[in-house]
């Protein structure tokens, strides 16, 4: 199929873009890498009558420490993230996660932006903002807001982002030098959406957990952080962590759904053994460093 007729500008500033998406009244799409809204546009699931085509906009690029965080602009490819060598050192879980998404091809073009802004509830890089505690700048021409990862999601598909609104930044908080990073999905063939998954951080002082940052994806309408399981780590001893009574408390926070691929209950099974042997592995890690 072919899309619906629309009209279409390439701003070359954010101010442009913000006047754009102003100017539209809610009838815009945002054009980042393309990878969900050409096929939405193709199949005339999605319909605006102006595409607001980002790309050209240097300033939404690239990659830069800021105040306590390392800050990720839009269009930063997602191939970008995993040749970053701070990215590497730094956010080391970040780059794993995205290294997951779809393939090679998806990622040379998918932006860190738009796999933001999509949420989609099975996708690794929402899950892996929400569980790191990541920031996400958006701006309009009334101004900017910085909306906390874990308040952005509001549904499938749904964010706080009002029709004016652009993001211009994604910020991730600096997490200690040898932090523990956990990573694990499950999908029916590599590049395809995680039927189920979980993303974190763990960081360790005097052989206790004193910072835990842990996300599921796949498992509910939203990428949703365990927050119980966040808890229960906190102080305690390496060596006294229960990692399967761990698991179910961050069971305990998700809210599975069947649909033709698994079902809720397959979910929950597979959830908690992924965590709790996630969980035992990443524990390990932190007692030989």
Not at 2 to 31: N, Q, S, W
Not at 86 to 115: E, F, K, Y
Request: aromatic share 6%.
């Amino acid at each position: 199929m072919k899309p619906a007729p629309f009209d279409y500008v390439a701003p070359a500033t954010i101010d442009e873009a913000c006047a754009a998406l102003a100017e539209a009244g809610g009838g815009a799409r945002v054009l980042a890498g393309g990878q969900t809204l050409m096929p939405l546009l193709n199949l005339r699931m999605s319909q605006p009558f102006i595409i607001v085509d980002i790309n050209k906009i240097a300033e939404l690029k690239g990659i830069a420490r800021g105040d306590g965080c390392t800050r990720i602009g839009p269009m930063t490819r997602q191939c970008e993230v995993i040749a970053s060598e701070a990215l590497a050192r730094d956010l080391p879980v970040l780059v794993q996660a995205v290294c997951h998404i779809g393939h090679h091809q998806t990622r040379n073009r998918g932006t860190v932006g738009g796999s933001i802004a999509l949420g989609e509830p099975a996708a690794e890089l929402p899950a892996t903002a929400v569980a790191l505690g990541a920031t996400i700048e958006v701006r309009s021409t009334r101004g900017t807001r910085h909306i906390p990862a874990g308040e952005f999601y509001l549904g499938p598909y749904m964010n706080a982002l009002d029709a004016d609104e652009l993001v211009t930044g994604v910020s991730f908080p600096d997490w200690p030098k040898g932090h523990i990073t956990l990573f694990r999905e499950v999908a029916q063939r590599p590049g395809d959406f995680a039927l189920v998954g979980m993303v974190g951080a763990l960081s360790v002082e005097g052989g206790r957990i004193a910072r835990a940052g842990l996300g599921w994806f796949g498992m509910g309408p939203t990428p949703i952080r365990a927050k119980a399981a966040e808890q229960t780590l906190l102080g305690l001893p390496l060596d006294r962590i229960d990692t399967q009574a761990v698991a179910e408390r961050a069971i305990a926070d998700t809210a599975p759904f069947d649909e033709h691929h698994v079902s809720a209950e397959y979910r929950r099974t597979v959830g908690a053994r992924i965590f709790g042997r996630t969980l035992r592995e990443a524990l390990k890690t932190g007692e030989l460093a």
